[in-house]
């Protein structure tokens, strides 16, 4: 039976091991036979530009490249790694995919996006995400120093922290309406995607028909993975070890 992979918000980072030998672990298993793997963004829990070359963001490319010549490998980008050029992509022998993607997934068009786009309610990201998606924010950070890009990555994570300690997590998650709305812009009736962390199978109706919402799960304490046959759809955890 064929199948393909989803993943998301894997937050990697060279200080949490645990993640990258689950997803090492996946790769050389699970994922050998997949015919497609899709990384829906915050595959690191931070990327500070292609210049940053580490041990770690090499090792990860090495992964995803050995990966990539059993079987296509596609990429968005994510709010924490907006910033992933062509270079490491190359590297990890990735295909990078626009913001709001559609695919025929075994005959059914389904769009595929990161969905931080989609949490409407939460004004203060929404703003810093209008800017730093702009052509002139990212190409200004990316001129600056790699230890200033540092030292601005650290206090953001912190400062992003305490801005969500004071949401009500219904403010996080997608604006049900913009779900619709964008389905319906695109024409589909399933979609999938990350950045909310919280795994699900969601039904609802867009255009009068019935419609599917599938959200990813985030990494920090499992593996989480979305496994998608011809006819069967599931979300699957897989435990650190």
């Known amino acids: 039976m064929p199948f393909t992979y989803f993943i998301a918000d894997l937050h990697l980072s060279d200080d949490r091991p645990d993640i990258t030998a689950c997803l090492k672990h996946f790769l050389a298993t699970d994922a050998r036979d997949a015919e497609a793997l899709y990384v829906l963004g915050d595959l690191f829990e931070v990327w500070l530009g292609?210049?940053?070359?580490t041990p770690f963001n090499e090792e990860i490319a090495t992964l995803f490249k050995a990966q990539?010549?059993?079987?296509?490998?596609?990429?968005m980008h994510g709010?924490?790694?907006f910033a992933i050029r062509q270079t490491w992509l190359n590297k990890a022998g990735m295909t990078l995919l626009k913001e709001q993607t559609v695919v025929s997934l075994y005959g059914e068009p389904t769009l595929l996006t990161h969905g931080d786009e989609l949490c409407t309610r939460d004004v203060a990201y929404q703003k810093f995400r209008k800017k730093s998606r702009s052509w002139w924010w990212p190409r200004l950070m990316l001129a600056l120093p790699l230890w200033y890009r540092r030292r601005v990555a650290r206090n953001g994570r912190e400062q992003?922290?305490?801005n969500q300690r004071g949401l009500r997590p219904e403010i996080m998650d997608v604006t049900p309406e913009e779900v619709v709305k964008v389905m319906e812009h695109h024409n589909v009736c399933q979609l999938i995607h990350g950045h909310t962390h919280r795994p699900a199978i969601?039904?609802?109706t867009v255009a009068g028909q019935p419609a599917t919402r599938i959200v990813l799960g985030d990494w920090y304490d499992q593996g989480s993975i979305l496994r998608v046959e011809p006819d069967n759809i599931e979300l699957e955890t897989r435990s650190f070890k």
Do not use: G, I, M, T
């Not at 292609?50 to 070359?53: I, K, L, R, S, T």
């Not at 990539?68 to 990429?75: A, D, G, L, T």
């Open 50 to 53: 292609d210049d940053d070359v």
């Open 68 to 75: 990539s010549e059993r079987c296509p490998v596609y990429f």
């Open 79 to 81: 709010n924490r790694d």
């Open 160 to 162: 992003s922290k305490q």
């Open 202 to 204: 969601h039904q609802l």
